[in-house]
């Protein structure tokens, strides 16, 4: 059964700082690793979709990357901002249309 | 907008209501999801529609009807629920097969409380 942990489950940065998100996942025979963001009561927004034969991929002040044979993935975000401020889940794809969700990371970034 | 909404935004229902929660894509994918996101927990994946078809039940209970008439309409039908229902309740869209990026789109949800 593949389990997707994320460390940690809360962090408070000053604004301005570099940061990184971890993802794990205990099966690497996965599809896809989507991040996502998702604001208090509000549904997810997708952020970046790695594949499974990807290394990294990258949006403006964000980067992903992914190790499948580690199980690892981590989300970069570079100068954080007030508005960075959000719940970020990582999912991985797997048997088919399957996806398991971590728990999140609260991130709080002050101004 | 993520192409992906959501109705009611809002729900409140005693135990012997029945209602339903709706979902439509317009981004022209052929897979449709009904996630239920409780606090602190992950969220949990209940259906799964390909084409119209169902492919996953993750062992939901029946009190949760799912229905989904065409690629771009997605159902839940509520009946006799407990107060343990009351979450987050969240439909995504993807385009599924060889050749798609998978990417999963999801909608605002619908916060469901059972009084």
């Known amino acids: 059964k593949q389990e997707v942990t994320q460390i940690p489950a809360a962090l408070s940065v000053p604004e301005g700082e570099n940061l990184v998100l971890n993802c794990s996942f205990t099966d690497s025979a996965i599809y896809n690793l989507q991040w996502f963001r998702q604001d208090p009561g509000k549904g997810l927004t997708s952020l970046l979709l790695i594949q499974s034969s990807q290394r990294e991929q990258t949006s403006g002040r964000l980067n992903a990357s992914l190790d499948k044979s580690s199980g690892r993935s981590t989300l970069y975000i570079a100068a954080s901002q007030p508005g960075d401020s959000a719940t970020y889940l990582c999912?991985?794809?797997?048997?088919?249309?399957?996806?398991?969700f971590g728990e999140g990371t609260q991130l709080t970034v002050n101004p | 907008e993520t192409g992906v909404t959501q109705t009611p935004r809002h729900l409140v229902m005693g135990m012997t209501n029945k209602k339903s929660l709706k979902c439509e894509q317009h981004?022209?994918?052929?897979?449709m999801y009904w996630y239920k996101q409780s606090a602190k927990k992950p969220l949990e994946l209940m259906f799964v529609?390909?084409?119209?078809?169902?492919?996953e039940n993750n062992s939901v209970p029946s009190r949760f009807s799912p229905e989904c008439p065409n690629s771009s309409h997605l159902f839940l039908h509520l009946h006799t629920l407990q107060p343990e229902d009351s979450a987050l309740y969240l439909c995504?869209?993807?385009?599924f097969g060889s050749g798609v990026t998978g990417e999963l789109f999801f909608g605002e949800g619908s916060r469901l409380t059972v009084l």
């Open positions: 995504a869209s993807s385009s």
């Open positions: 981004l022209g994918h052929n897979a």
């Open positions: 999912a991985v794809k797997h048997s088919g249309s399957r996806l398991t």
């Open positions: 529609y390909n084409f119209k078809e169902q492919t």
